[in-house]
C-alpha cells in the first residue's frame, strides 16, 4: 500500500490517503503538486482504496508538503516518515 500524506498550513496532523497500485500513488502525487502550483486555489477530492469510505476535500493552497512512501503492515503504525526524527533533532536543540 503506498500513502499519500498532506501536510496542511495551521494544521499538526496530516491528511493521508492510501493507493494500492505506485503509478495510482505517482498520479495523484502530480495532480496535488500541479494543483500547488496553479495561480488559483482549487478544491482537490481524495478518496482512499484501503478505506473506501473515506473521502476528503482541500483546498490547494492550504497543502504545505506532499509525502508519498510505501507503507508495509508493521510500519504503517500511524508515524509519517521524516517526522518523528525531526521531532527528536528540534526537542534535542
Avoid at 499538526?12 to 495510482?24: A, C, F, H, N, W
Avoid at 508493521?74 to 533533532?89: D, E, M, N, R, T
Wanted: hydrophobic letters at 40%; one cysteine or more.
Amino acid at each position: 500500500m503506498i500513502s499519500i500524506d498532506l501536510t496542511l498550513k495551521y494544521s499538526p496532523m496530516p491528511v493521508s490517503v492510501q493507493r494500492k497500485e505506485k503509478d495510482g500513488a505517482e498520479a495523484l502525487y502530480q495532480t496535488i503538486v500541479t494543483a500547488m502550483q496553479g495561480d488559483r486555489p482549487q478544491v482537490l477530492e481524495l478518496t482512499c482504496e484501503k478505506q473506501t469510505e473515506k473521502k476528503v476535500a482541500i483546498m490547494s493552497d492550504q497543502i504545505s508538503a506532499v509525502i508519498v512512501s510505501e507503507k508495509d503492515g508493521a510500519a504503517s503504525a500511524g508515524k509519517v516518515p521524516g517526522f518523528a526524527a525531526l521531532g527528536q533533532i528540534v526537542n534535542q536543540g
